[in-house]
T-cell receptor
Framework: DTAVSQTPKYLVTQMGNDKSIKCEQN?????MYWYKQDSKKFLKIMFS???????INETVPNRFSPKSPDKAHLNLHINSLELGDSAVYFC????????????FGQGTRLTVV | GQQLNQSPQSMFIQEGEDVSMNCTSS?????WLWYKQDPGEGPVLLIA?????ELTSNGRLTAQFGITRKDSFLNISASIPSDVGIYFC????????????FGTGTRLKVLA
């Protein structure tokens, strides 16, 4: 069983489209995250939810909207996609916000053309 | 946003060699972490460090929490081909939002 699973693994779409990435964790963790990894492999946190409540919201365009229907799921919706949104997006989870270890999904490679 | 600087950015080494990399910050962290990312995968935690001066091992990997709390070091002994990947340090403050700040990564390639 995959602990943190994201879908889709690859996503190619045109500029201006709206797309969603889904994430689910079966670890029973309270906290989930979205990270963006750019072409230089820099990893930056975008959002964090704890028990469905938003606790971290970095400087991210408001075209990005996370949604947590329950604490096992954290989805990322992106409106009006731009070329610069192309990156690998990682979902992660941890037991709680102060936990040392975060478990990452396999990533979603988003390519905007 | 803040990033941690890792050195070297990339390295090619021969199988069997030892590897050293480091991570530096302009500010203090309470916890230092080292992750490895294999191609096409998400990062996986290797070692966590909680106290200044702490030295922790995980198999062939040894990491140290710098005395100043502004740096950390990772050593890999007797490297093997499966050590290839990107190694990230991450710092965490035990206050505020607890978020991790990731380093810029060290890309390791091992020549058999």
């Amino acid at each position: 069983d995959t602990a943190v699973s994201q879908t889709p693994k690859y996503l190619v779409t045109q500029m201006g489209n709206d797309k969603s990435i889904k994430c689910e964790q079966n670890l029973g963790h309270d906290t989930m995250y979205w990270y963006k990894q750019d072409s230089k492999k820099f990893l930056k946190i975008m959002f964090s939810y704890n028990n469905k409540e938003l606790i971290i919201n970095e400087t991210v365009p408001n075209r990005f909207s996370p949604k947590s229907p329950d604490k096992a799921h954290l989805n990322l919706h992106i409106n009006s996609l731009e070329l610069g949104d192309s990156a690998v997006y990682f979902c992660a989870s941890s037991q709680d916000p102060g936990s040392t270890e975060a478990f990452f999904g396999q990533g979603t490679r988003l390519t905007v053309v | 946003g803040q990033q941690l600087n890792q050195s070297p950015q990339s390295m090619f080494i021969q199988e069997g060699e030892d590897v050293s990399m480091n991570c530096t910050s302009s500010s203090i962290f309470n916890t230092w972490l080292w992750y490895k990312q294999d191609p096409g995968e998400g990062p996986v935690l290797l070692i966590a460090l909680y106290k200044a001066g702490e030295l922790t091992s995980n198999g062939r990997l040894t990491a140290q929490f710098g005395i100043t709390r502004k740096d950390s070091f990772l050593n890999i002994s007797a490297s093997i081909p499966s050590d290839v990947g990107i190694y990230f340090c991450a710092g965490q403050r035990l206050s505020g939002t607890y978020k991790y700040i990731f380093g810029t990564g060290t890309r390791l390639k091992v020549l058999a």
